[in-house]
């Protein structure tokens, strides 16, 4: 199947997983970041992709400094660089872990708020 037919079927159909649970299955994307049409049956690690495009013509001997994104917060800089993907996958695994807890009173929640849990772990 050529690669155009792969695109087509992701961007058929996008969505795999349900709104009120927790993502179970991605679309495998391959080195480019392009749709391999393949299902992989857990959930996607967070990971920032940013495409740079190659420069047309490049100096001999000039290489090119890295960019520091900061924001203007003062979290990194040439030194270190601050990486949100290691937080982000700790924080899914606590809340994975949350969410497997079948008590609600082990939710340690406000009553209206474990009310709107039930409501979305039984929708």
């Keep these: ?6 695109v087509e079927q992701f961007f058929t159909r996008p969505i795999l997983n349900s709104p009120y649970e927790c993502p179970k299955r991605h ?10 049409q393949r299902i992989i049956e857990s959930r996607r690690g967070a990971e920032f992709i940013t495409p740079i495009p190659k420069p047309r013509k490049r100096r001999r001997g000039a290489a090119q400094q890295e960019m ?20 982000i996958n700790e924080l ?9 807890l079948p008590n609600p009173n082990d939710w340690h929640v406000t009553p209206e708020t474990a009310r709107l849990l ?3 772990r039984h929708h």
Excluded: I
Aim: net charge negative; charged share 30%.
């Design 1 to 6: 199947m050529t690669n155009e037919a792969n």
């Design 27 to 36: 679309w495998e994307l391959d080195g480019d970041g392009q749709p391999t």
């Design 68 to 87: 520091v994104f900061d924001e203007g917060k003062g979290l990194s800089g040439d030194d270190q660089q601050y990486d949100p993907t290691s937080n």
């Design 92 to 100: 899914r695994r606590h809340v994975d872990q949350w969410r497997s």
């Design 118 to 120: 039930k409501h979305w």
